[in-house]
């Protein structure tokens, strides 16, 4: 990495007493909790396939036209007799289970000492699958890193590479910088916007960030793309991994929906621009959006959704190569 780089750490002796975990639920907690996982078992294994039989059904009839937009598909979704009960379900139960998980918070002291709570599957899948390895990675820098789950697997699959990761909030990187200290991770936490890094251009090889685009507004999306092509070097990649249209209209509906119901205002927005002109317009090439299944291999290189009749997000890698001039297209 280019030495004019600022890194921003916290000491590895901070103490850890202003972070908070949910504790191992046992007794009332853990039957509480365990209700709640029914209930949304219950809304994606049997719920859901229910109302897409519904939905097909609606649409098959003797001469009813086959909507083909989503503004057509909407009417008929929010008619079906099991829709109100599907989305008062998934409201209520993810309710549920954060208010319960509130009133379990304690003090982080044991999740840091003792080690649980380490890595994600799901982060290490997308490093080792939707990351090539027909470069180098001489630097990378992990947009929105939280308290640093998505930042540590780069550190394990290119370890001569510089690791940074940013984040607005100053807690969680605090944590993120203690547990990679116990975890014997080499990686630079700093606070800084996504949107304005304050790096040098051309900084560094790989720009990523995971569950970050959709909890964006608009502009913010655009200009957080176009500072991506700032910081890459010719020939660098960005790749995010998020949510994407699938193609099928039914579930695209449902999944507007379920941000509108998860307080995720910005994710329907998301679905709504063209990500790879947005991409080429800022300086990409080589764009590609695929579909991640991370209950199987992680990235589908056929760009075939994973066929599951219960309900699962739709995850998706982003990745574009900034252009060899490294100017705007």
Same mark, same amino acid.
């Given at each position: 990495?280019?030495?004019?780089?600022?890194?921003?750490t916290s000491p590895a002796t901070t103490s850890a007493h202003a972070f908070a975990k949910s504790p191992d639920p046992v007794g009332e907690d853990r039957a509480y909790l365990d209700f709640v996982l029914g209930l949304k078992q219950h809304w994606a294994r049997t719920l859901y396939p229910k109302l897409c039989?519904? /939905?097909d059904a609606a649409v098959s009839g003797p001469g009813t036209p086959t909507p083909s937009t989503i503004d057509e598909v909407r009417p008929v979704v929010e008619q079906l007799p099991? /829709?109100?009960?599907?989305?008062?379900?998934?409201?209520?139960?993810?309710?549920?289970?954060?208010r319960r998980l509130e009133a379990m918070i304690q003090p982080q002291e044991r999740v840091l000492a003792e080690g649980q709570n380490d890595e994600y599957l799901f982060h290490r899948r997308f490093v080792e699958t939707a990351i090539p390895r027909d470069r180098v990675y001489s630097a990378i820098l992990d947009l929105g890193c939280g308290f640093g789950k998505s930042t540590r697997p780069f550190v394990d699959a290119f370890p001569v590479a510089e690791v940074v990761g940013i984040d607005l909030s100053a807690p969680n990187l605090l944590l993120a910088h203690q547990q990679a200290e116990r975890l014997q991770k080499r990686i630079t936490f700093s606070q800084r916007p996504a949107e304005d890094t304050r790096y040098p251009d051309r900084s560094f090889d790989l720009v990523t960030g995971t569950m970050l685009i959709h909890e964006l507004p608009m502009p913010v999306v655009r200009t957080v793309v176009q500072e991506a092509a700032r910081l890459l070097r010719p020939g660098g990649l960005v790749a995010f991994l998020d949510f994407q249209r699938t193609g099928d209209l039914f579930r695209d509906v449902a999944m507007d929906d379920h941000g509108a119901r998860n307080n995720e205002p910005y994710m329907p927005h998301l679905f709504r621009i063209d990500l790879s002109r947005l991409l080429e317009r800022s300086g990409f090439e080589r764009i590609e959006i695929l579909p991640f299944d991370e209950r199987g291999a992680g990235l589908v290189e056929s760009g075939e959704w994973p066929a599951r009749s219960e309900w699962h997000v739709p995850w998706s890698v982003i990745r574009a190569t900034r252009t060899d001039t490294g100017k705007e297209g």
């Open positions: 990495m280019t030495e004019t780089i600022q890194t921003q039989e519904q /939905y099991a /829709y109100p009960y599907f989305g008062w379900l998934e409201r209520n139960a993810q309710k549920m289970m954060w």
